[in-house]
């Protein structure tokens, strides 16, 4: 199922300023990554720490919401940020380019099919998935993959959702969903195996949201706080939620779409929000959830370099990135 839908990494993309080619604590990312064919037999990693990125190059979602389309380019345009990043961590951490996941025919729900089993095979391999879209129906297939891992490893899928958004993105859906879509359909899949439905959303624009929508995600049991509540709320408030939801949990997967960001930020979006959160704000908590140690999984959506002002939002998604990636290592004693 890969063969038409996958494509190995581009590793001309990965260049950079090189200051040593022997000191590693002169190396940058562009020095250090790995590629990863995920067209080969599993391998099993055996280090001390792996992290694996993943494009998602999709608008198809985008596209059936009406949205600005050009997220398709957000992994190409997210690498050639990242190349440039150092290397923070110690040389016992591998960072892997697993390349990237197509969807040129319009066939989202075939896509989406193949990420799943991407991010299974990332996690069957020991790997942290790293995962860059696309639109924001990137979180279907990887929230499902993630899922079938649990439900292999423990019988049973326990995975929380964190998500950093200005939309619930729980609509109805008929057949195929699009970027506004898939945690309801997340929500679907829970009911149809007997398991909860865990979900939180930080960032939610009442401007952006039907008065529906927040009914749905009263009935869901979702949480959520608003853009504004996290803006002018102590910071001990939303601390608090965040615990609560996270303390019975045993495993989270979080994910952004880079519209909860202030366009003054990020303007290469599908859905620019003028009264967004700062990006100081989502580094702070997301770090937080991070420390719990039960985070499985990453991905960022929906940035897009055809609206991107000096690609100001692909590098606030590599601060981003670096900033998961350092966290994790300094927990594990990893970091430099």
């Known amino acids: 199922m890969f063969q038409d839908r ?3 990494a581009d590793f001309t993309i990965w260049q950079g300023r090189i200051d040593s080619r022997e000191n590693y604590d002169a190396f940058r990312w562009h020095q250090w990554i790995k590629p990863l064919d995920l067209r080969q037999p599993l391998f099993k990693f055996t280090g001390k ?3 694996a990125l993943l494009g998602f190059c999709c608008d198809e979602g ?3 919401n009406s949205g600005r389309q050009g997220a398709s380019s957000g992994p ?4 050639r940020e990242l190349a440039n990043l150092p290397c923070s961590f110690s040389s016992e951490v591998l960072v892997f380019d697993a390349g990237n996941i197509t969807c040129a025919d319009g066939e989202l729900m075939k896509s989406q099919m193949v990420l799943e089993q991407a991010v299974l095979y990332l996690r069957q391999a020991g790997l942290f998935p790293l995962i860059m879209g696309g ?4 979180a279907l297939g990887h929230f499902r993959g993630q899922a079938d891992f649990l439900r292999q490893k423990d019988g049973k899928c326990d995975l929380g959702i964190l998500n950093f958004d200005a939309h619930f993105d729980l609509r109805p859906f008929i057949g195929e969903g699009n970027s506004g879509t898939m945690f309801r359909q997340i929500a679907d899949d829970a009911c149809k195996w007997g398991e909860g439905f865990h979900y939180f959303c930080l960032g939610i624009q009442r401007s952006s949201n039907t008065l529906e929508l927040f009914k ?3 009935q869901l049991g979702a949480g ?11 910071e001990e408030h939303i601390l608090e939620k965040l615990d609560s939801f996270m303390q019975s949990i045993p495993n989270l997967y979080v994910t952004i779409c880079a519209d909860v ?7 290469g979006v599908s859905a620019p929000q003028p009264l967004g959160l700062h990006p100081e704000m989502v580094l702070k908590y997301l770090k937080h959830i991070l420390r719990t140690q039960k985070v499985v999984g990453f991905d960022i959506a929906e940035v897009s370099p055809r609206f991107d002002h000096d690609r100001a939002t692909a590098s606030l998604a590599k601060v981003i990135i670096f900033a998961v990636v350092d966290t994790l290592c300094r927990l594990k004693g990893l970091a430099r």
């Open 6 to 8: 996958y494509e190995t």
């Open 49 to 51: 720490l792996g992290f």
């Open 62 to 64: 985008i596209r059936r």
């Open 76 to 79: 190409e345009g997210i690498r």
């Open 135 to 138: 639109g924001h129906e990137t």
């Open 216 to 218: 749905t995600a009263q």
């Open 224 to 234: 959520y706080l608003l853009a504004g509540d996290i803006s002018m709320q102590y």
């Open 261 to 267: 960001f202030s366009s003054s930020f990020a303007p």
